[in-house]
């Protein structure tokens, strides 16, 4: 079943009250788009601000997405079911992320968006999108990066399922959330917020979730890293990195 979305609050000077406690509205896709919109002296209605609950799938695959949404708050993922019922996660949406640019020019979700905790997030007419687009060189641009970053990790996902062993997946993946959160000046040192349970995780990289226990319980021995309930500490960044190269 889908999240019942909860309006927000909207500030039509500065978007919704709460964009002055996200972290990256100052540098990402939504500050744009919202100052777009509000150049464009767009009605309040046409900026949509919703929260979904943590576990609870906000879209599924194959359904119509009649507006463009952006990650305010909160992780989420995208995801392929297979009949059988086995997933793959495709991506993990941090605050700040595009759910998926192809939304930009399509209705249908190509896979599920799952939020894996409390998620707020920002839908904009895909309309208004468009134009917005089309009349500002810098939000083109940023599109185009996005889309390029999701070719990307394509790519590395299929080398990851590929060519690499669990562990080497296992620390890519981590060294991978690490640097996203760190340009969003989300990172405290080599700490991150991490509410990533093992069968994410698994999902994530093609294995099991007992693998995936295996291969943190050794990266704990090794003092590689240091998980507690919501956070991650990267305890010996070059360690780990050698272990995601396989060197």
């Excluded at 083109?140 to 970053?149: P, Q």
């Excluded at 990790?153 to 590929?162: F, N, Q, T, Y």
């Excluded at 959160?181 to 007992?210: C, K, N, S």
């Excluded at 590689?224 to 956070?231: A, G, K, P, T």
């Amino acid at each position: 079943m889908n999240a019942t979305p909860h309006d927000i609050p909207t500030n039509r000077a500065n978007g919704p009250a709460s964009c002055g406690a996200c972290p990256v509205f100052s540098n990402n896709l939504c500050n744009g788009l919202t100052q777009a919109a509000l150049a464009a002296a767009l009605p309040a209605s046409a900026i949509h601000d919703h929260t979904a609950p943590a576990r609870r799938s906000i879209w599924r695959e194959g359904e119509t997405v009649e507006r463009v949404p952006v990650i305010c708050q909160g992780w989420a993922a995208t995801a392929i079911t297979l009949s059988d019922g086995r997933r793959q996660i495709l991506s993990f949406l941090l605050p700040g992320d595009l759910v998926s640019a192809a939304l930009i020019f399509q209705t249908a979700s190509q896979c599920s968006v799952d939020a894996i905790t409390e998620v707020r997030y920002r839908t904009f007419p895909r309309g208004d999108i468009k134009a917005a687009l089309r009349a500002q060189p810098d939000l083109f641009a940023a599109v185009s990066r996005i889309l390029s970053g999701e070719s990307m990790r394509s790519d590395r996902l299929a080398i990851d399922l590929g060519r690499r062993g669990a562990a080497e997946r296992i620390a890519n993946m981590i060294l991978n959330l690490a640097e996203r959160l760190r340009r969003r000046d989300m990172m405290a040192g080599e700490t991150m917020d991490f509410p990533l349970r093992q069968h994410h995780i698994a999902d994530a990289v093609g294995l099991t979730v007992v693998h995936v226990g295996n291969v943190l319980a050794e990266f704990r021995r090794a003092r590689l890293v240091e998980i507690n309930d919501r956070s991650l500490t990267i305890l010996d960044p070059d360690a780990l990195r050698r272990v995601a190269e396989a060197v």
